[in-house]
Every structure is written in C-alpha cells, then in structure tokens.
C-alpha cells in the first residue's frame, strides 16, 4: 500500500501551525476549566527565587529615597517586595549617592530594575519640563533585550505616564523612531548600530543635551560581538560626562579586561565594582546534566536531533517540553525548523534568527516566553540577555563559535532554581571541541538515534533552499577548518556530501562567482560556479541577488511562502 506523501515543505522565517500552549491553555490549545489561582510569593518575573533575608523595596520608600508613586507601582502593581541580591548589592548607592558602577551579574537576576529605578528617580527628581529631551539611554546588544528592557521600563511608569519610552532597534523603521525622539522620549532604550545612525541627525543628537544616565547592558556581550568602535564614536556624539554630571552603569556577567577598558570609557575614575556572583557559585554548565552525542557525519545530525528530541518528548511529555534548539547559521536554523514542523507529534515549533523580520521576531519572542510547550530553533540572537521561563531543554546542534557562546546557550534552562538538560551534538570531526574547548565540562556519552533519516531525506528533498544553506554551512565550517584539521579541498568534499545526503539536494548546489571569490575559495575543485546574473540598468545585478533559487539553476523551485502565525 502506498503512503500518502506530505506536501512539499516550503521556507518561511516565521511558522506557527500550532499554537504554543500557554497558562490559560492546555495542550492541546483548548481553556482549562474550573482553573483556580494558586498564590504565589510576590517576586519579579522570569527571574530566580527571591531570599527573604534581603531588604524591602518599601525600605527604600522610608528613607524617601524612591517616589511615593513608583513605590506604590513597584508593590502593588508589579508585586515586587524583597529585593532581589542585585537590588540589594546595587539600589541604595545608586539612589542615594548617584555613584557609577560596573556590576558583574548573571541574566535573569532582576539587574534591570536595578538600573532603571534610579534612572526613573533622578527623572521624577529634576523633574523638567516637557520636550528637554533624553534623560535615561540604555544601550544593549540585541534588538529582544532591548525591546524587553523597554517593557519592563514602561510597566515602572504605569502611574506616571508623562514619561515616554522608546527604543530605536534595527529592523524597524528608523523615520517612526526619530519622530518619538524628536516628539518627547525621556527613556531610550538602544542598539548601538541604530543609535550611532540617529546620533549622524544633529536635530536627534540635540535631544541627548540633557542625558542624564548612561547605561550599558550586557557589556561582555556588547564588546564580543565588535561595538567598541560604534560605543566610542556615540560617547563622543553625547555630552561631556564632567560637564554633565550624567550618571554611569556598566552591568556585565563577565569581568574580562576589555570590560574594565569599556568602563574607562563610560564611567568616572572612582566608580564602584559591585559583585552579585557569590564566590564558589556553580554555574549553569557546572549544574545541568550534559549529554554528548557524537554521529558519523553531518548528514546524520538531524536524524539525531530528531530521535533526541522523541526520546525527551516520550519521557518527560509533550505537554511540558520546552526546548530551544540553538543552530550555527540562520539558514540551518531555518532547514531544521522545517524538519521539525512538518514531523507529527511533536510540540510547535518557531524559528528565531537576525533575517526574521522584527515584528515577527517580537511576536515568536512574546508567544514563546508564555508558552506552557513548543520548540523554539534559534541562532545566538538569543543566547544571552533573554528571559524563557520554564525551558526544560537546550539543544545545540554543531560547534558554537566559542565556549562562552556554548555556556551562554545552555544557560536558557535551569533558570529560577528549575531543572533542565542540556544536549550536545556534533559529528566526529567536531569532536575537538568538547574534548579541549569544553574540557572542563563533563559530559555524559548518549548513543545516536538516528532512525529519523529517511523521513527526513523526504521532508528535505522538497525543501527550497539547499543552495542557500551548503553555501552558508561552507561559510561557516570554513572558519574553523584549523580545529576540524581540514584543508579547503576536504572542506568542499565534507560541504558537498552533506548537500546531497543531508540536505536532499538532487546536485551540488551552485554558488555565484561572485560568492565564491567572496567566501575565499576561488579555484577549489569540486564546487560549482554559476556565472553572476547579468547587470541592468542602475548598475544591479538581475536574477534578484541572493534569492530563492541562486546558485540552483532556476529550476521551477516554489517561491517562499509566509503562513503567518496562528497564535
């Protein structure tokens, strides 16, 4: 008897045939009944257990060091009564003696409150009139922090509304950005590509003539992904700190040197270090069980994440299984979202990556914090700084770039004192990486379940896009061909066996002229070049670029279809 074959799987950044389930809904998408509220301790969202030993943010309110309203917010409508230990560590300096610091504390820890209520305090204190400008600018290294910091800002002023948030974030439309600066925006929360663009405006920069607290999130993260050039060009568009008196905070998770250098940068020579990491703590990757798995080649790595994930599903339930599936390029990402929506009886699942657009990226982002279940396949844009509650798993499939990355990563489970477990797969050519990147982490072997194979070969033959994803794993194995002991020729040879046994291409996939001389592999044998498109008028390429069907020869691919999303 012949099996009914599934339709052709078809790319689309931003999915949802099945909507997460979420705390007003079971499983299966349908109410809970009869549902009764269960009290809970008043602590911060998405952030771990509250000690009761630290001081009461009403503390704060009898030494008249917050105002009788934001206090009343912070209680009342927020539910915040004991400080967190980074509120504790922080809070009663920064009130009180306006002093700079640079806190080291992890994500997920309430450091954002501890930033943002003596900002909005100073705000309340001077209390200028409408239309002087930006007092608080927040800058942060991905577009999610920034949105999320933004939201926590604007619930702190839910009873003091003259007081505009806004955030100028790539992916949004810059004009919409600058006419909120222009019109009145008192607490900007930023990335620091967009800001250092607004700042080229003289009537944006203008707005920052009154700024009175610099803060920088995340800073490790800032400086590893190459923004200390953008940092020092939009220090020097902002007004002198000696003139100002502006107020500084640095709040990073590491302490390297080129934090301190940053520091240097932003603060003033006697700024106070403050650490909230106790001495001895265990770390996410010192705590979480951590499994190896190790499969023969690349084109088995899906197969094995597949029989991984069933594996975790059948013991733990779909119900309760939230994971985030961390890939090393946005075009992986999207070939093993496709994968894993379109097999059955598996919970939803998302993709996540920079090429996803931002109101689609906010929507995933938003469905997937209060999603009871689901599956959400990312690059590192969420690897730090972002808070999921409730993620039982972490899977990372392939070598990250580094070991913080690995360490950032996982540490998306086991937040707030919850359990969680961690998965690693790599193909035996990777293996150099566990074995002396992650030497100190131990590891627990797994054996392969690669039983999935042939379903996916299906599911993949029909896919769009295997030229764009061979070029984009080539791109990347290609910078760590020195760990992988591979010279160009094997790296091609590895890069073509996984289009076609992996990947389900019928042919090696074509890469453009262009590109090949681009990515460094000019004259390498067993690649196939396709001529450029021809140019047309205004001197651009035709054929549409990098589209659907470069380098596949045009040969009837379906074009890319949005389904939108059913939450």
């Not at 039982?392 to 690995?406: C, H, L, M, R, W």
Request: a positive charge; aromatic letters at 6%.
């Amino acid at each position: 008897m012949q099996q009914s074959r599934r339709p052709p799987a078809k790319r689309h950044p931003y999915r949802g045939k099945k909507a997460f389930a979420t705390n007003a809904t079971n499983a299966s998408g349908s109410p809970q009944q009869h549902a009764t509220p269960i009290p809970r301790v008043a602590t911060p969202p998405l952030t771990e257990a509250v000690p009761l030993d630290t001081p009461r943010f009403a503390d704060l309110g009898k030494e008249k060091l917050l105002h009788p309203i934001l206090l009343q917010t912070i209680i009342e409508d927020l539910k915040f009564d004991h400080m967190m230990p980074v509120q504790a560590a922080t809070l009663h300096d920064l009130l009180a003696k306006r002093i700079d610091c640079l806190a080291q504390a992890k994500t997920g820890t309430g450091k954002t409150i501890a930033f943002l209520l003596p900002a909005i305090q100073t705000l309340i204190n001077l209390n200028r009139p409408p239309g002087s400008g930006v007092s608080l600018l927040v800058i942060s290294p991905t577009r999610e922090l920034a949105m999320q910091i933004a939201k926590e800002a604007t619930a702190l002023l839910k009873r003091l509304p003259k007081y505009k948030v806004s955030f100028a974030i790539g992916g949004t439309n810059k004009n919409t950005e600058e006419d909120k600066i222009l019109k009145g925006c008192d607490i900007l929360i930023a990335t620091p590509g967009r800001l250092l663009d607004h700042l080229s405006n003289q009537h944006v920069q203008w707005n920052f003539r009154n700024l009175d607290t610099l803060v920088l999130d995340e800073a490790d993260r800032l400086l590893d992904m190459g923004f200390m050039p953008a940092l020092k060009e939009i220090v020097k568009s902002l007004p002198d700190k000696e003139k100002s008196k502006r107020q500084g905070m640095l709040f990073s998770a590491t302490i390297a040197p080129h934090v301190e250098n940053v520091a240097h940068l932003i603060l003033s020579k006697d700024y106070k270090f403050i650490s909230t990491i106790p001495e001895g703590e265990l770390n996410t990757h010192e705590r979480v069980p951590q499994h190896l798995i190790t499969v023969p080649a690349f084109s088995d790595v899906a197969a094995a994440l597949v029989g991984s994930i069933r594996s975790e599903v059948a013991l733990n339930g779909a119900d309760t299984f939230k994971a985030i599936v961390f890939a090393p390029t946005a075009a992986l990402v999207d070939f093993y979202g496709d994968i894993l929506e379109a097999l059955p009886n598996l919970p939803p699942t998302s993709v996540l990556h920079s090429r996803v657009s931002q109101s689609k990226r906010t929507n995933v982002t938003n469905a997937f914090r209060t999603a009871k279940n689901g599956i959400l396949v990312a690059t590192d844009v969420v690897a730090r700084g972002m808070d999921f509650p409730l993620v039982t798993n972490v899977f990372q499939v392939g070598i990250p770039a580094d070991k913080e990355s690995y360490v950032h990563r996982l540490g998306r489970t086991a937040r707030a004192g919850a359990e969680g477990r961690g998965t690693f797969i790599v193909t035996e050519a990777e293996t150099f990486f566990p074995k002396w990147t992650l030497k100190e982490i131990t590891f627990e072997p797994a054996d392969a379940d690669i039983t999935a194979k042939s379903e996916i070969r299906i599911i993949a033959e029909k896919m769009e896009d295997h030229a764009k994803t061979y070029q984009a794993w080539l791109g990347y194995y290609k910078n760590h061909m020195k760990g992988l002991k591979w010279d160009i020729p094997e790296l091609v040879r590895q890069g073509n066996r996984f289009a076609l046994e992996g990947l389900g291409a019928p042919e090696v996939p074509g890469i453009k002229k262009s590109t090949v001389s681009k990515m460094g592999l000019k004259g390498a044998k067993g690649l196939t070049v396709v001529p450029d498109p021809p140019r047309v008028a205004g001197g651009h390429r035709g054929g549409g670029g990098e589209g659907r069907s470069a380098g596949s020869g045009g040969k009837g691919k379906v074009q890319k279809v949005d389904r939108g999303l059913n939450w």
